[in-house]
């Protein structure tokens, strides 16, 4: 706690959605430092309210005075790239109001600035973590509802008023044809979908029928975006913030070869519903929020913050979903968690959507939704790829030292003897420009040294660095792995990669991998010790590794 306490965080976009972020930021132990808004009217009132110390009327400035580690983005759609590159250009961690972008080019600067930045990006994609939401994902990923193949989401909630008291949205919202706010209905299904992602959208709309004060005709009514996913499954998306009629803004289903669910719709008597194999032998509806239902679900599989939530939570907004957002940035900012929506999960979310007004410029063409992993740098696609597999998760490896031997973390004085050490390992080339590039990505307390006591100097050495990348969207790599040849045969390269994969774990990570060469025999040997499976992402790897496992008598 009294580290979250120190933490200064500012919000941009204060007066408003930005605001309600307070009791979210208070249940979680931090505080707000400073506030930005352009409403000079209310700021201040803001800054009050908010227990904030400092106000600014200029994001910029703000970034440049407050001295701040982040910051909260709940300004309108267009700002917040540009915002979120400022702080990201200067290491400060932002969560970010969705949708990530409003233009495929955008995103991409996006990327890229998070895979230069030390901070973490977090886009605020709050559905995800609405009780039943999470339930849903849980049961998915204890397997009740077997291969899921089909999902829907619709965000149903006439708008027509808000146009004309945030402008904004006439333009970014009911202005665009396509889906221009589907990160609410898509992010929830793509959660309950693991390892899969959207790879090609087709999109239509109902047609104008209505007008705004002003006599201009709003984009096109209902839009239906369909998704085909990697996988093979099919989602359907409906936005519709137009049509007059009762409000219905949140409505999923989901279909698996065990289990369906369908969410009420707000009608009377309607109710969130569930079948799943597993839970009943007769093929019928069950009340999701039934008392024996909900209790038998939640005692076994709903996650134990939300089976009780702390009063605070419930107040924080969106039926709890605010608070455990900003649990999740402030784990995540402090090095104790992923980022569970962090960059790629947010382009998952937000590029179909951008692709869909694409399509309706073309006549509700199919076209491809680009994968955000690929406009990374520098991925060694040639190298051989091994994986932690899921059966090893629950457990943490011993990490065992002959006599004379210490472990511990990389100190800023040590890059000298890091240098050095890598030379000795056959990693020439090192400077200290390379290691501060590598700590960007570094988890907290996540890159480890062995020490020869006696004589004081570095023998072994790994990272453990966040690197999502297609198939690992939480990625965690375990990385630049290396060992002085003089202090061979000791252990010392297992114990190394041990401390990383158990700093991994309790950082909650799932997705766990790291790549290597065909010629590194040894380590290939300690990678296989420890528990690692090769993870064969080209074909012509299938001979690469029989070849590798022949060499090590396996």
């Known amino acids: ?46 800054r009050q309210e908010l227990g904030a110390c400092e106000q600014y009327t200029d994001y910029g400035e703000m970034l440049e005075r407050a001295e701040l580690d982040a910051v909260v983005i709940g300004t309108p759609m267009p700002l917040h790239v540009p915002q979120s590159l400022m702080a990201l250009e200067r290491n400060l961690h932002v969560l970010c ?11 991409r ?31 998915v990923r204890q397997g009740l509802f ?35 706010y589907g990160t609410h209905s898509l992010g929830p299904i793509l959660q309950w979908m693991p390892g899969d992602r959207v790879v090609r959208v087709c999109c239509e709309g109902s047609g104008h029928h209505y007008t705004d004060p002003r ?36 409505n999923y289903q989901l279909q698996g070869t065990h289990g369906a669910y369908e969410s009420h719709r707000g009608g009377p008597g309607d109710q969130h519903k569930i079948w799943c194999r597993a839970l009943s032998n007769e093929v019928r509806w069950c009340d999701l929020d039934a008392l024996a239902t909900i209790d038998q679900l939640a005692a076994k599989y709903l996650p134990d913050a939300w089976r009780n939530p702390p009063p605070a939570a419930l107040r924080a907004g969106h039926g709890g979903g605010d608070y455990f957002e900003v649990a999740d940035f402030l784990q995540a900012i402090t090095g104790n968690a992923p980022s569970p929506i962090g960059i790629h999960e947010a382009m998952d979310m937000t590029l179909p959507g951008l692709v869909s007004q694409q399509s309706m410029q073309q006549g509700g063409a199919w076209l491809p939704v680009p994968n955000s992993r690929d406009w990374r740098v520098g991925a060694p696609e040639g190298q051989l790829r091994m994986r932690w597999p899921a059966s090893l998760l ?44 590598m700590q960007r990505v570094l988890l907290p307390g996540g890159f480890f040294l062995i020490e020869h006591t006696a004589s004081g100097t570095l023998v072994a050495t790994a990272m453990a660095t966040h690197k999502p990348i297609q198939g690992y969207p939480n990625g965690a790599e375990l990385g630049w792995v290396a060992a002085d040849p003089a202090h061979a045969g000791k252990g010392l390269g297992f114990a190394v990669c041990a401390a990383v994969i158990n700093r991994f774990q ?17 380590a290939l040997k300690t990678y296989l010790k420890m528990g690692f499976v090769s993870d064969i992402y080209r074909t012509s790897h299938e001979a690469r590794w029989h070849d590798v496992m022949e060499k090590l008598g396996g």
Not at 6 to 24: D, N, P
Request: with cysteine; glycine share 8%.
């Open 1 to 46: 706690m009294a580290e979250l306490e120190k933490l200064k965080v500012g919000i941009v976009g204060a007066v408003g959605r930005g605001g309600s972020f307070r009791e979210a930021f208070l249940a979680n132990g931090a505080t707000i430092h400073a506030v930005c808004d352009t409403n000079t009217e209310r700021l201040d009132d803001c």
């Open 97 to 107: 109001e969705v949708p990530a972008g409003i233009s495929i080019e955008e995103c």
């Open 109 to 139: 600067q996006l990327v890229l600035a998070c895979e230069q930045s030390k901070a973490i990006f977090m886009m605020a994609e709050n559905y995800t973590y609405l009780k039943h939401n999470v339930l849903i994902r849980e049961l």
């Open 146 to 180: 077997g291969e899921v193949y089909y999902a829907e989401g619709e965000y149903v909630h006439e708008l027509k008023e808000n146009n004309e008291t945030t402008p904004w949205r006439r333009t970014w919202q009911t202005g665009i044809e396509g889906v221009t």
């Open 215 to 250: 006599g201009d005709a709003y984009q096109q009514d209902s839009q239906v975006m369909l998704c085909k996913t990697a996988k093979g499954a099919l989602i359907k998306i409906r936005v519709d913030m137009l049509s007059d009629r009762p409000h219905a803004m949140t």
């Open 394 to 437: 629950a457990s943490l490896l011993p990490v065992n030292l002959p006599d004379g031997y210490q472990l511990r973390c990389y100190v800023s004085t040590d890059e000298a003897d890091y240098i050095t050490l890598m030379d000795k390992a056959g990693f020439t080339g090192w400077t200290s420009t390379g290691i501060e590039d």
């Open 506 to 522: 309790r950082a909650g990570y799932r997705d766990i991998y790291l790549w290597t060469d065909d010629a590194r025999l040894p």
